[in-house]
């Protein structure tokens, strides 16, 4: 379940990254999948803005799609690029008897 938090949260750090370099990745359905370069442009309330490199054009994007991980954001630190959210961990659930 998303928190409040964890969208103020979200929405903080893409603020402080903005104008930094980042990989979107999403699906595109039937098995398809994309992987762009992009730099952060906006954020507002609602929504952030990315400008993709390779066709100079704007896409916005929710919070709740990162946070839902319908779209997976890495962003550059430097020297690499790193999960802005990190990878979720399965947590197996044990059988109860009665």
Do not use: H
């Amino acid at each position: 379940m998303i928190c409040r938090t964890d969208i103020a949260n979200l929405k903080t750090d893409i603020l402080e990254k903005v104008g930094q370099k980042i990989i979107v990745k999403g699906s595109l359905g039937r098995s398809k999948v994309f992987e762009k370069e992009a730099t952060i442009e906006k954020a507002y309330p609602n929504i952030f803005v990315v400008k993709y490199e390779e066709n100079d054009r704007n896409v916005t994007y929710s919070y709740t799609d990162v946070l839902t991980r319908t779209v997976q954001v890495e962003v550059f630190d430097g020297d690499s690029y790193s999960p802005l959210i990190p990878p979720q961990i399965e947590i197996k659930k044990r059988k109860t008897s009665l």
